[in-house]
Every structure is written in structure tokens, then in C-alpha cells.
């Protein structure tokens, strides 16, 4: 069972940056699509981010383009969210994913294993 562990959640100002780390259990995940999606209380889970396998391809939300940047590891199992100009808006459980296939996704049901989660708390 592919495991996914998100790290790098907090409390930070509007304004501020904050950079989310998500670690597989499988070395063979680089070869996988990978995704960040959010949720916050009463609302469905949103699309953030998206890399496709070899890491040629990201595609982001509106919401979030221009100031985040997903990447992967150089080892390729590990991939990251850099969050800068942070707002309250953005304010969310942040959830890393993995989907079996090179190609990248950003619907959440594409994707076959998830994180348990890590809180990101943007205050005014």
C-alpha cells in the first residue's frame, strides 16, 4: 500500500509563504502523476495543484496561479508545494495525491492514493 505524508502545514500572515512537502513510500511514485488539493469545512475538495510523472508538466488552479509552484524531488518520490502571497482564502487542509498513470489530472477521483492531511491557517 503507497503511503503519502504530508509535512510543512502552519499558522502564517497574509503575505507571508509557506512550503508543503509531501513524501511516498515508493521510489516507483516517480513515475506517477501527483497533485495538492484543499479542503475547507463544508466545502468539497478543491483542485491546487498538478505534475505529471516526469515532472514536465504542472497546471494549477486559477486561484492559486502565479503564486504557487509545484515540483518533485530529485529522488522523484517526493514532491512539493511552494505557497507564496498567501491570503486568507487559502486557509485549508492541504492533501497530497497520487495517480497511476504518468499523465497529469486534476479531478480528484483520477487520483488513487492520498495523504491524511496538513492544516494551512492564513490569518488577516
Known amino acids: 500500500q503507497v503511503q503519502l505524508v504530508e509535512s510543512g502545514g502552519g499558522e502564517v500572515q497574509a503575505g507571508g509563504s509557506l512550503r508543503l512537502s509531501c513524501a511516498a513510500s515508493?521510489?516507483?511514485?516517480?513515475?506517477?502523476?501527483m497533485g495538492w488539493f484543499r479542503q475547507t469545512p463544508g466545502k468539497e475538495r478543491e483542485f491546487v495543484a498538478a505534475?505529471?510523472?516526469?515532472?514536465?508538466?504542472?497546471y494549477y488552479s486559477d486561484s492559486v496561479k502565479g503564486r504557487f509552484t509545484i515540483s518533485r524531488g530529485s529522488a522523484n518520490n517526493s514532491v512539493y508545494l511552494e505557497m507564496t502571497s498567501l491570503m486568507p482564502d487559502d486557509t485549508a487542509v492541504y492533501y497530497c495525491?497520487?495517480?497511476?498513470?504518468?499523465?497529469?489530472?486534476?479531478?480528484?477521483?483520477?487520483?488513487?492514493?492520498w495523504g491524511q492531511g496538513t492544516q494551512v491557517t492564513v490569518s488577516a
Open positions: 495525491a497520487a495517480r497511476r498513470m504518468a499523465t497529469a489530472a486534476t479531478a480528484q477521483d483520477e487520483f488513487d492514493y
Open positions: 515508493e521510489r516507483t511514485l516517480r513515475r506517477y502523476a
Open positions: 505534475i505529471s510523472g516526469i515532472g514536465v508538466n504542472t
